[in-house]
């Protein structure tokens, strides 16, 4: 069984991740980039007029080897969600639940709602260089929020009675009335549309993302399944 999970997870996240991170390059980094040179002050923003301070262009190396760090660190991360989605799969699976590439798309949704949108609707992707709390504070609610949007999802998913889903809406309200950490004041050089842009493309991009993992990883899940099968 462990066997089974883990190469599920290990093909399942890495091509996931993989194409996750290709977007994020296409979609993604530009934006950040943009942000970057009114943060470093290459770029002023004011009075809707953009004044260039001469940006000094980085070398090709600097960007090449940024990307493939981006591209191996998205892959990790999207395999460490997948190991974990598989997991829960095989507890699903063994409750009597049926786990395939189609209803993977559905654990995909739930795994963007718990770890992008939940967090994300309160404490929304940020651009570099805007005003913000405490990391520590900002981690802490962050990671409560993923838990209890999770075990909200895990209960409107296989819930049998109304008591599961009165439970998995406060789970789903309790971070957002208590509220995520915010910075006294809101100041920042970076222009609002950016930012905007910035927080749709990383909603967007997680959606994609998080459907591919739920998709790949049932498809793998069975696949393996079956291999095992045919094998024992």
């Known amino acids: 069984m462990f066997s089974r999970i883990l190469t599920s997870a290990l093909f399942a996240g890495a091509a996931a991740g993989l194409i996750a991170a290709l977007l994020q390059l296409v979609f993604v980094q530009p934006v950040l980039l943009h942000a970057e040179l009114y943060e470093s002050g290459e770029l002023i923003h004011f009075g809707g007029a953009a004044v260039t301070a001469h940006p000094e262009l980085p070398g090709m190396f600097s960007d090449l080897q940024?990307?493939?760090l981006s591209i191996v660190f998205t892959m990790l991360t999207y395999t460490g969600y997948t190991l974990i989605v598989v997991a829960l799969m095989s507890i699903a699976e063994g409750q009597g639940h049926k786990v395939d590439g189609r209803t993977g798309v559905l654990w995909g949704l739930a795994g963007f709602v718990a770890v992008h949108f939940a967090p994300g609707f309160t404490l929304a992707p940020e651009v570099p260089g805007v005003a913000a709390a405490d990391v520590f504070a900002r981690q802490i609610w962050w990671f409560a929020t993923v838990a209890t949007a999770a075990v909200a999802m895990w209960l409107?998913?296989?819930?049998s009675n109304l008591i599961s889903y009165v439970i998995a809406a406060?789970?789903?309200?309790?971070?957002?009335?208590?509220g995520?950490?915010?910075?006294?004041?809101?100041?920042?050089?970076?222009?609002?549309?950016?930012g905007a842009l910035?927080?749709?493309?990383?909603f967007g991009i997680g959606?994609?993302?998080w459907v591919l993992v739920g998709s790949f990883a049932g498809y793998f899940w069975q696949k393996e399944a079956k291999h095992a099968e045919a094998h024992a």
């Open 207 to 209: 959606l994609a993302a």
């Open 66 to 68: 940024r990307d493939a």
């Open 156 to 159: 409107i998913a296989f819930g």
């Open 180 to 194: 995520a950490p915010e910075p006294e004041f809101f100041t920042g050089p970076v222009p609002t549309e950016i």
């Open 170 to 178: 406060v789970l789903l309200m309790a971070p957002h009335i208590i």
């Open 198 to 202: 910035f927080a749709a493309r990383a």
